[in-house]
T-cell receptor, first 113, second 115 residues
Framework: GNSVTQMEGPVTLSEEAFLTINCTYT??????LFWYVQYPGEGLQLLLK?????DKGSNKGFEATYRKETTSFHLEKGSVQVSDSAVYFC????????????FGEGTQLTVNP | SAVISQKPSRDICQRGTSLTIQCQVD?????MFWYRQQPGQSLTLIAT?????????ESGFVIDKFPISRPNLTFSTLTVSNMSPEDSSIYLC????????????FGPGTRLTVT
C-alpha cells in the first residue's frame, strides 16, 4: 500500500535560517504529491503540489521537487520567518486508491525571532 | 480552490451522546471526505461521502458509529454516535473538485471533547 514518511520533529530554527523537511514515499503507481500546512488552531491549507516526476511545486517561498528516482519530495525554504511556525504534512494521492490522501506524520516547525 | 466551512467549530459533549458536524462547500465538488485528527497526530481518513449513496468507510470505521450524509454536491454531515472520551479529536471535512487534479481542500475542523 501507499505510505509517506517524514523526518521526525519537532524542528526549531532561528529566523532567516534555511529549512529542509524530508519526505519520502512508497506508492504502487504514479502519485501526485502535496505539502499541507496547519497553523495553530486551524485546518489544513494546501501549500504546494507536484503531479509528475521532476515537477517543482512552489508557494510563499517554499519549494519541493518530485524526485521519482529517490521517491522523495523534500520541502525547502531559503529564509524562514516566525510566521512559518506550524505543522507541515507531506501527502500523496493516487488515482488507483480512489483519490484518497495518505499523510505523513507531520513535522512541527518553530521559528524563533 | 474551494472554501469550506464547518459547524460547530468546537464542542464539549457528554459520554453516550451524539454530535452532528456540518460541512458546506462554496461550490459544487466531485468528492467530499471526512478525516479524524487525534491530538498531536496526523490525519486518518474516516470515509468518503458519496452524493446520493452510502458513504465508503475505511478499515476501522463503521456506519453505526459515524453515519454520514451527502444530500447534494456542496453539503455533507458526519455524526459521531454514542461518544466516548476516545472520540475526542479534531474532525475535518475536505473536498476535491475532480478531473485530473487530486488536491483536496480542507475545512477549519471541529474540535470535539468528550467528557
Amino acid at each position: 500500500g501507499n505510505s509517506v514518511t517524514q523526518m521526525e520533529g519537532p524542528v526549531t530554527l532561528s529566523e532567516e535560517a534555511f529549512l529542509t523537511i524530508n519526505c519520502t514515499y512508497t506508492a504502487t503507481g504514479y502519485p501526485s504529491l502535496f505539502w499541507y500546512v496547519q497553523y495553530p488552531g486551524e485546518g489544513l491549507q494546501l501549500l504546494l503540489k507536484a503531479t509528475k516526476a521532476d515537477d517543482k511545486g512552489s508557494n510563499k517561498g517554499f519549494e519541493a521537487t518530485y524526485r521519482k528516482e529517490t521517491t522523495s519530495f523534500h520541502l525547502e525554504k531559503g529564509s524562514v520567518q516566525v510566521s512559518d511556525s506550524a505543522v507541515y504534512f507531506c501527502a500523496l494521492s493516487e488515482g488507483t486508491s480512489g483519490s484518497r490522501l495518505t499523510f505523513g506524520e507531520g513535522t512541527q516547525l518553530t521559528v524563533n525571532p | 480552490s474551494a472554501v469550506i466551512s464547518q459547524k460547530p467549530s468546537r464542542d464539549i459533549c457528554q459520554r453516550g451522546t451524539s454530535l452532528t458536524i456540518q460541512c458546506q462547500v462554496d461550490s459544487q465538488v466531485t468528492m467530499m471526505f471526512w478525516y479524524r485528527q487525534q491530538p498531536g497526530q496526523s490525519l486518518t481518513l474516516i470515509a468518503t461521502a458519496n452524493q446520493g449513496s452510502e458513504a465508503t468507510y475505511e478499515s476501522g470505521f463503521v456506519i453505526d458509529k459515524f453515519p454520514i450524509s451527502r444530500p447534494n454536491l456542496t453539503f455533507s454531515t458526519l455524526t459521531v454516535s454514542n461518544m466516548s472520551p476516545e472520540d475526542s479529536s479534531i474532525y475535518l471535512c475536505s473536498a476535491r473538485r475532480g478531473g485530473g487534479s487530486y488536491e483536496q481542500y480542507f475545512g477549519p475542523g471541529t474540535r470535539l471533547t468528550v467528557t
